[in-house]
């Protein structure tokens, strides 16, 4: 809702982990106010244009907040808890006017086109303010979810709009949907600004990576104006057309031994029209064909994290692992000094690569005293993994869905092992 001073409430979804890249963008790229988050939710004020605020890339969803409070108990009796729905969740009909109001004027910002026709679709817009349609899709969780499901929430909550508001419910194809969530911590009610989610990238044909995951280890790279990066197993090249996003001017180079990932990496790189930044080449990661220390910063998405993290015992996948780990060091080899380094790995590799690098959670070199020992050191040991110059910077925890993993960022730093690698 707009305000006198012509700011707007929002709030985002995000998923799990990814609020601190939210918050930090929210601050960065649109000067942001009373910025505060709740797990899965952050919450915005700002001045900014509507098409920079639907350019968030850390974000799933956008809303235009109605109102957040604190949590709502319902009574077990449908009866009365529709009386409590309608005083707490639904509340004031005047700000429910508001807010509407303000979402059609937003609608109007996004879709801004002159043409014939426009008087019609006016009139049209007027009054469907007055009398919009609406459905309702309402999340729970805690003691309200053990005694009611989503779908009978969603009848209770819509006949009170309806009763209190005047508006007409439209399960098919509704004039905007009315979005509550309701915690033991929490009461959320907004309105989508956009019908499709923000994670989806229309300059992608085809997916690979969350995109809003792809993005962070994007952002964590450190981006300069002129930067080359690399990613030496970049499947259909999603982590790289996030990158060339936020440095248009930068060179990416994408690489993968397959194929078929290549062909779809091809195609995302010419749907994106970004043809002139993002080379592919197909080619091995334990062979790349680029000179010493001549990247800025190598990002990837360690497929194996995910192929030894399916009831395999780490004990048997061990020598396989150590074998493709061997990359590694393709990677230390092309990075520059001060370049950095971002992985991606199941939660099992992120404590083993920890053991392999040979850092410890400051980011230091476990045992420093042991480099020349180290360039002796026998070829199936995991002790020949111990690159001392690359520092741990962070260690950020993602959801990809069904499961966790980790992003890893390293810098590179000189070190008198550097000759012996």
């Not at 907004?190 to 019908?195: A, K, M, T, V």
């Not at 971002?342 to 042991?370: E, F, H, P, W």
């Amino acid at each position: 809702m707009k305000d006198g001073d012509g700011s707007v409430r929002f709030y985002c979804t995000a998923g799990a982990g990814m609020e601190e890249f939210l918050l930090d963008e929210v601050k960065s790229k649109l000067h942001a106010t009373e910025v505060e988050h709740i797990p899965g939710r952050v919450f915005f004020r700002c001045h900014s244009n509507q098409h920079d605020v639907v350019r968030l890339k850390s974000a799933e969803r956008l809303f235009l907040l109605l109102h957040k409070a604190p949590p709502t108990s319902l009574p077990t009796n449908p009866a009365k808890a529709a009386s409590v729905i309608e005083q707490r969740i639904v509340g004031n009909p005047d700000l429910w006017s508001r807010t509407l109001s303000t979402w059609f004027s937003l609608q109007a910002e996004l879709n801004c086109s002159e043409g014939r026709g426009q008087k019609r679709k006016r009139e049209e817009e007027e009054e469907s303010v007055k009398h919009p349609s609406f459905r309702v899709s309402c999340r729970c969780s805690g003691a309200i979810a053990r005694s009611y499901n989503s779908q009978n929430l969603n009848r209770i909550i819509g006949m009170a709009i309806n009763r209190q508001l005047g508006w007409k419910a439209d399960l098919r194809a509704p004039t905007i949907e009315v979005n509550v969530y309701l915690s033991d911590d929490h009461s959320v009610v907004g309105i989508p600004l956009l019908r499709q989610p923000l994670a989806s990238r229309t300059y992608l044909k085809h997916t690979g990576l969350r995109s809003t995951v792809a993005w962070a280890m994007a952002s964590l790279c450190n981006l300069q104006e002129t930067s080359v990066v690399l990613d030496p197993m970049c499947g259909v090249g999603t982590i790289l057309l996030e990158a060339v996003q936020e440095c248009p001017n930068g060179v990416f180079i994408g690489m993968d031994s397959e194929e078929a990932q290549i062909h779809k990496a091809v195609e995302n790189v010419q749907t994106a029209g970004q043809e002139e930044r993002v080379l592919i080449i197909q080619s091995s990661c334990m062979a790349l064909p680029l000179p010493s220390a001549s990247v800025d910063a190598v990002v990837c998405d360690i497929p194996f994290g995910r192929k030894f993290s399916c009831g395999v015992a780490m004990t048997t996948a061990l020598p396989r692992i150590l074998a493709e780990m061997e990359s590694i060091f393709v990677f230390y080899r092309v990075l520059h000094q001060g370049g950095n380094l971002v992985l991606l790995l199941s939660l099992q590799l992120s404590v083993l690569i920890k053991k392999l690098i040979g850092t410890d959670s400051l980011g230091m070199r476990s045992n420093a005293a042991d480099c020349d020992q180290d360039a002796h050191t026998s070829e199936t040991s995991a002790e020949k993994f111990s690159l001392n110059s690359l520092l741990l910077q962070s260690k950020h925890r993602v959801s990809l869905g069904s499961t966790d993993a980790l992003i890893h960022t390293y810098i590179k730093r000189h070190t008198t092992c550097d000759a012996q690698l």
